[in-house]
């Protein structure tokens, strides 16, 4: 069994920031492409942003510049800091971790975390 839980989220003034994060499970963490979703009332998911085991990045081109993806493999856990946000980027936030082969391949959801940008 995958376990994916995520934190952090509240309510921030427009150009505040948040820290989001979000732990897995060890087992499959290490060798997981983590990536944070986002759904807004009314609206399909949306990716964020991805990380793979390599590190390498990807953003939704409305939060470039703006949202940072990182992981810590020894705590088993990513991030994403979120700065000069703006209403719009109010939504429920989601993490994902996604196995690509192997026994637990597949995606695992974590249960969401709101995030509300409002003064």
């Known amino acids: 069994q995958v376990h994916v839980v995520e934190s952090g989220g509240g309510l921030v003034q427009p150009g505040g920031s948040l820290r989001l994060s979000c732990a897995a499970s060890?087992?499959?963490?290490?060798?997981?492409?983590m990536g944070w979703y986002r759904q807004a009332p009314g609206k399909e998911r949306e990716l964020v942003a991805t990380?793979?085991?390599?590190?390498?990045?990807n953003y939704l081109d409305s939060v470039k510049g703006r949202f940072t993806i990182s992981r810590d493999n020894a705590k088993n856990t990513v991030y994403l800091q979120m700065n000069s946000l703006k209403p719009e980027d109010t939504a429920v936030y989601y993490c994902?971790?996604?196995?690509?082969?192997?026994?637990?391949?597949?995606?695992?959801w974590g249960q969401g975390t709101q995030v509300t940008v409002s003064s």
């Open positions: 994902n971790a996604y196995i690509g082969v192997g026994l637990l391949m597949g995606d695992y």
């Open positions: 060890g087992s499959i963490f290490s060798r997981a492409r």
């Open positions: 990380i793979t085991s390599g590190i390498n990045t």
